[in-house]
C-alpha cells in the first residue's frame, strides 16, 4: 500500500502543523512502526506550513519534509492511502516510556523501512558525516541530550544537575569512553557541563539556542529570529544533533524528548542507551 501522510495541526490552537522538529520525525516513525516492509511512505508537508516551513527558500521544493530528506513520488496508478498524522495507528513509543532504547534490535525493522523510504540529502547527510569524521570518528563517545526550555518550564521535567549525575555515573561505569557529545536546546549549561565532568565536551558550535537573554520559555518562542532562512535552519540544526547522536557509541536520553527518541530509533553506532 501507497500511504500519504499528512501534517495537520493537532490542536485547533496550535499555530502549525505537527509539532517541534524532532516530534515531527517521530510522528513519521510512528506511521512507519505501522506500516509492512511492503508499503512505502509519503510525507506530505506542503498542505500545511510545519515549524520549519520557510516560504520561498528553493524554488523547486514546496513540500518542507524534502528540505532534508528525499523521497519517491507517489504513483497515481497504484491506490493510495491519506492519512493524517493523528491516524498513523498503534502508539508504539511515548515520552513517558523510559523502556526505549533497552533494546535497539527491536527498532531495526523500522529504521529499515525509514531508510528503504527516505534518505537524508546532501546538504544535511554531508554536514553529519563531516562532523563525525573530524569529532568522532575512532573516539568512544557518550551522547548526551539535555532538554530544557520550555519543556521544563511548563513540564517541570529532569534537567541539568540529574543529567551531570547521571553522567558522572555512566562514565565511572565506562572508562572507555574518551569524550561527550552535548545536545542541548540551552546554550547557558555548556560551561557547566564542560566543568562538571573528568572528559572533552564537545557540540555544534554556533547554532541557535536559548541565552541568558532570550530564555524560550513557550513552545512557539524559537520560532522567531533575526537571521536569515531562520526556521529552515532550526530544522537542519535539530536534525544534525538527532543524527550525530546516532552515532555515538553510548547515548544518555533526555527526560522526555522526541530528539532522544528518534536517535534511539535510528541508532547507528549506539550501544547501551541510559536514562535518567
Given at each position: 500500500m501507497q500511504y500519504k501522510l499528512v501534517f495537520i495541526k493537532t490542536h485547533p490552537s496550535h499555530l502549525i502543523a505537527g509539532i517541534g522538529v524532532g516530534g515531527n520525525v517521530m510522528m513519521v516513525m510512528s506511521m512507519i512502526s505501522n506500516m509492512t516492509d511492503s508499503d512505502s511512505l509519503y510525507v506530505d508537508m506542503e498542505t500545511n506550513e510545519v515549524i520549519w516551513t520557510q516560504n520561498k527558500l528553493f524554488s523547486d521544493l514546496n513540500n518542507a519534509w524534502e528540505y532534508y530528506f528525499t523521497?519517491?513520488?507517489?504513483?497515481?496508478?497504484?491506490?493510495?492511502?491519506?492519512?493524517?498524522?493523528?491516524?498513523?495507528?498503534?502508539?508504539?513509543?511515548?515520552?513517558?516510556?523510559?523502556?526505549?532504547?533497552?533494546?535497539?534490535?527491536?527498532?531495526?525493522?523500522?529504521?529499515n523501512r525509514f531508510y528503504s523510504n527516505f534518505s537524508l540529502r546532501p546538504a544535511l547527510q554531508n554536514s553529519v558525516n563531516d562532523?563525525?569524521?573530524?569529532?568522532?570518528?575512532?573516539?568512544?563517545?557518550?551522547?548526551?541530550?539535555?532538554?530544557?526550555?520550555?519543556?521544563?518550564?511548563?513540564?517541570?521535567?529532569?534537567?541539568?544537575?540529574?543529567?551531570?549525575?547521571?553522567?558522572?555515573?555512566?562514565?565511572?561505569?565506562?572508562?572507555?569512553?574518551?569524550?561527550?557529545?552535548?545536545?542541548?536546546?540551552?546554550?547557558?549549561?555548556?560551561?557547566?557541563v564542560t566543568n562538571s565532568v573528568p572528559l572533552p565536551v564537545i557540540y555544534q558550535e554556533g547554532i541557535y539556542r536559548a541565552n541568558e537573554y532570550d530564555r524560550q520559555l513557550n513552545p512557539y518562542d524559537r520560532m522567531e529570529a533575526t537571521r536569515k532562512n531562520h526556521r529552515y535552519l532550526l530544522g537542519f540544526e535539530c536534525l544534525q544533533d538527532i543524527f550525530t547522536l546516532t552515532k555515538c557509541n553510548y547515548l544518555l536520553k533526555a527526560d522526555k524528548s522526541a530528539i532522544s527518541i528518534v536517535a534511539c530509533l535510528l541508532a547507528e553506532n549506539i550501544k547501551k542507551v541510559y536514562t535518567l
Amino acid at each position: 500500500m501507497q500511504y500519504k501522510l499528512v501534517f495537520i495541526k493537532t490542536h485547533p490552537s496550535h499555530l502549525i502543523a505537527g509539532i517541534g522538529v524532532g516530534g515531527n520525525v517521530m510522528m513519521v516513525m510512528s506511521m512507519i512502526s505501522n506500516m509492512t516492509d511492503s508499503d512505502s511512505l509519503y510525507v506530505d508537508m506542503e498542505t500545511n506550513e510545519v515549524i520549519w516551513t520557510q516560504n520561498k527558500l528553493f524554488s523547486d521544493l514546496n513540500n518542507a519534509w524534502e528540505y532534508y530528506f528525499t523521497q519517491k513520488p507517489l504513483d497515481p496508478a497504484k491506490p493510495i492511502k491519506t492519512l493524517s498524522v493523528q491516524e498513523t495507528g498503534n502508539i508504539n513509543f511515548r515520552y513517558e516510556d523510559d523502556s526505549i532504547g533497552e533494546d535497539l534490535s527491536l527498532y531495526t525493522p523500522w529504521k529499515n523501512r525509514f531508510y528503504s523510504n527516505f534518505s537524508l540529502r546532501p546538504a544535511l547527510q554531508n554536514s553529519v558525516n563531516d562532523y563525525y569524521d573530524v569529532y568522532i570518528k575512532d573516539k568512544v563517545t557518550l551522547g548526551v541530550q539535555i532538554r530544557l526550555t520550555d519543556q521544563k518550564y511548563h513540564n517541570h521535567t529532569k534537567g541539568l544537575d540529574v543529567s551531570i549525575t547521571k553522567m558522572r555515573q555512566i562514565l565511572s561505569e565506562n572508562p572507555d569512553i574518551e569524550q561527550i557529545f552535548l545536545a542541548t536546546d540551552d546554550e547557558t549549561i555548556i560551561p557547566r557541563v564542560t566543568n562538571s565532568v573528568p572528559l572533552p565536551v564537545i557540540y555544534q558550535e554556533g547554532i541557535y539556542r536559548a541565552n541568558e537573554y532570550d530564555r524560550q520559555l513557550n513552545p512557539y518562542d524559537r520560532m522567531e529570529a533575526t537571521r536569515k532562512n531562520h526556521r529552515y535552519l532550526l530544522g537542519f540544526e535539530c536534525l544534525q544533533d538527532i543524527f550525530t547522536l546516532t552515532k555515538c557509541n553510548y547515548l544518555l536520553k533526555a527526560d522526555k524528548s522526541a530528539i532522544s527518541i528518534v536517535a534511539c530509533l535510528l541508532a547507528e553506532n549506539i550501544k547501551k542507551v541510559y536514562t535518567l
